[in-house]
C-alpha cells in the first residue's frame, strides 16, 4: 500500500497526543480500578452462577427434547420458543420490573441470574439435544441389549460421549453469555459495565472508561476460552 | 427356551414380518439366512424387543417380552447380543466395556467383574487388550471384545446379528472361531449371517427366511443338499 503522508498529518496527529494529558488519564485509571476489578468480580459471579442453572436447566431439556414422552418433548419445545423467541433485555425487564406488579420482588441480583440462567437454558438445551443426536443409535441399542435402562444408558453410555462433542459449542455459549451479561447492568446489578456507567456518570471520561470496560471483558473471555479449549483438549485424549 | 408365536412387525405401512412361528431349543444353533430385506435381522431384534413387536409374541424361558409387565431390562440380562458394527462404547477400554453391565446392572462387585472380564478376554483371545480403547483396536478384535461384553452378563441365550458382515474377510475366522467354541460348549445361539461354511457345520438348525417369512428350515445338510422350496433353491444358486 502507498500511503504517502502529509507532514501537515503528521504534525497533527503529534500534537493529538501532545494534547492527551496522560498523568489525568493515568490518575483516572488508577480511580477507577478498584471499581472495575470489583465489577469484574460481579460479572464473574453472575455468569458462573448462571453457566450452572444453564448446564442443569439445558441437560434437562436436552434429554426432555429426545424423549419418547410427547407432552415432555412438547413442554420443552416450548420452553425452547419462548427463550429463544425473546430478546434477553426484554426477559430480564419482565422478571425485574414486571413481577413487582404480581407482587413478587426480586432483588436486582437474583433476577439477573434466574434471567441469564433461564435464557442460557434454552440453548443449551439445543447443543445438547444435538449432542445426543449425533451419538450413532447402536450405542444406545447395545447399552439395553445389556440390559441397562434407558436412564442407565444415557448416563454411562450416551452422555458422556455427547459430553466430548458439545464442549466446544457449550464454550461458544457461555462467551456469549459472559458478554450478554453486561444488559444485567440495566435492572441496578453492580456489575463490570454498571460500575464503568457510574464512573462515567462522576468523571465523564467515557471514552476512556468504556475503553477500559471492554479491555476487561476482553481479558474474562480470553481466560475462559484459553479454560474451553483445555478441557477440549483433555477430553479428546481418550478418543 | 425361546418360542415365537405368530411374529408381526410393521415399518409403518410397510410389513417386514409376517406370522412367524418357531420354537428354539436350549443348546440349540439355529442360523438365519435369506437374501437381504428377507426380515431376518428384524426377526432377530425383536427376540430381546430392541425392536417393539407389532403382534404375537416372544417367550424366552416361558416369559412373554411383548407385555408392559415383563421388565425387559431383566430379559435382556439373559439374552446376549453381538451387532453387525460392533457398537463398542468408544469412551471405554476393552475391559471397561465388558465390566460396566455387571457393574452396574447386575451391581457385582468391580473385582469380581474384573476377574469375569479377564477370563472372557482369555477366551476371546486378547488378553492383552484389556487397557486399550476400542479405537485402537482392528474390526475382528472388536468383535470379538463385543462378544466378551455380551458373554459377561452370563446370558442364557446370544443373538448375532450378521456379526462378520462388517468385517474384512481375514478376519472373519477368528470371529467365527469364538462362535464355534461357544456353540460347543453348548450355548443357545440365534446367528443371522451370511457365512454359509458356519451355518453348514455349526448349525444345528438353519432357517431360510424370505419377504418377511420362513420359506423353509431344516437341518444345514437337508437346507443346503435338497432344499424343497422354490424360493430356496433360487436363493442357495445366486450364493453358493
Known amino acids: ?239 | 427356551m425361546i418360542k415365537i408365536e405368530s411374529l408381526y412387525k410393521n415399518f409403518g405401512d410397510l410389513e417386514v414380518l409376517k406370522d412367524i412361528n418357531n420354537q428354539i431349543a436350549a443348546g440349540e444353533v439355529v442360523v438365519v439366512i435369506g437374501p437381504s430385506g428377507s426380515g431376518k435381522s428384524t426377526m432377530l431384534r425383536c427376540l430381546n424387543r430392541l425392536e417393539e413387536i407389532t403382534s404375537g409374541q416372544v417367550y424366552i424361558e416361558g416369559t412373554p417380552i411383548n407385555n408392559n409387565e415383563t421388565n425387559i431390562n431383566q430379559i435382556r440380562q439373559k439374552v446376549g447380543m453381538v451387532f453387525q458394527q460392533f457398537n463398542l462404547f468408544p469412551h471405554k477400554t476393552s475391559l471397561e466395556n465388558i465390566t460396566l453391565a455387571p457393574v452396574k446392572v447386575k451391581k457385582m462387585g468391580e473385582e469380581q467383574a474384573k476377574k469375569i472380564a479377564y477370563d472372557l478376554l482369555d477366551k476371546v483371545g486378547l488378553k492383552d487388550k484389556a487397557d486399550v480403547y476400542p479405537n485402537q483396536l482392528s474390526g475382528g478384535q472388536k468383535q470379538r471384545i463385543a462378544i466378551a461384553r455380551a458373554l459377561a452378563m452370563q446370558p442364557e441365550i446370544m443373538l448375532f446379528d450378521e456379526p462378520t458382515s462388517a468385517l474384512d474377510p481375514e478376519m472373519v475366522g477368528e470371529v467365527l472361531e469364538v462362535m464355534r467354541d461357544l456353540a460347543e460348549e453348548g450355548m443357545t445361539m440365534v446367528v443371522v449371517t451370511h457365512e454359509m461354511g458356519f451355518a453348514r457345520e455349526v448349525g444345528d438348525r438353519v432357517l431360510f427366511m424370505d419377504e418377511g417369512r420362513i420359506v423353509e428350515e431344516g437341518p444345514p445338510k437337508q437346507i443346503f443338499g435338497e432344499p424343497q422350496e422354490e424360493r430356496t433353491k433360487d436363493f442357495l444358486s445366486k450364493i453358493l
Do not use: C, H
Open chain 1, 1 to 239: 500500500m502507498s500511503v504517502s503522508y502529509k507532514r501537515k498529518d503528521v504534525e497533527y496527529l503529534l500534537g493529538f497526543l501532545d494534547a492527551v494529558n496522560w498523568q489525568e488519564i493515568y490518575l483516572s485509571l488508577a480511580e477507577a480500578m478498584p471499581f472495575l476489578l470489583k465489577g469484574s468480580l460481579m460479572t464473574i459471579k453472575i455468569t458462573t452462577i448462571s453457566v450452572g442453572v444453564g448446564i442443569v436447566l439445558g441437560v434437562l431439556i436436552g434429554l426432555a427434547r429426545v424423549s419418547n414422552n410427547k407432552i415432555v418433548g412438547g413442554i420443552a419445545k416450548g420452553y425452547i420458543e419462548i427463550f429463544r423467541g425473546t430478546p434477553l433485555l426484554v426477559q430480564l425487564f419482565i422478571l425485574y420490573y414486571g413481577l413487582p406488579s404480581l407482587g413478587l420482588n426480586l432483588t436486582p441480583y437474583f433476577a439477573a441470574v434466574l434471567g441469564l440462567g433461564l435464557n442460557s437454558g434454552a440453548y443449551v438445551g439445543e447443543i445438547v439435544r444435538g449432542g445426543i443426536e449425533s451419538i450413532d443409535v447402536g450405542q444406545m441399542e447395545a447399552a439395553r441389549s445389556v440390559g441397562m435402562s434407558y436412564g442407565q444408558a444415557m448416563r454411562y453410555i450416551i452422555l458422556p460421549q455427547a459430553v466430548k462433542r458439545i464442549i466446544p459449542a457449550l464454550g461458544n455459549e457461555f462467551i456469549a453469555l459472559l458478554k450478554d451479561s453486561s444488559l444485567v447492568s440495566v435492572i441496578a446489578v453492580k456489575d463490570l459495565t454498571r460500575q464503568g456507567r457510574l464512573i462515567i456518570s462522576r468523571t465523564y471520561q467515557s471514552f476512556l472508561i468504556f475503553l477500559a470496560v471492554a479491555f476487561f471483558y476482553f481479558v474474562m473471555v480470553f481466560i475462559m476460552t484459553r479454560i474451553v479449549n483445555y478441557t477440549e483438549r483433555k477430553l479428546k485424549v481418550s478418543d
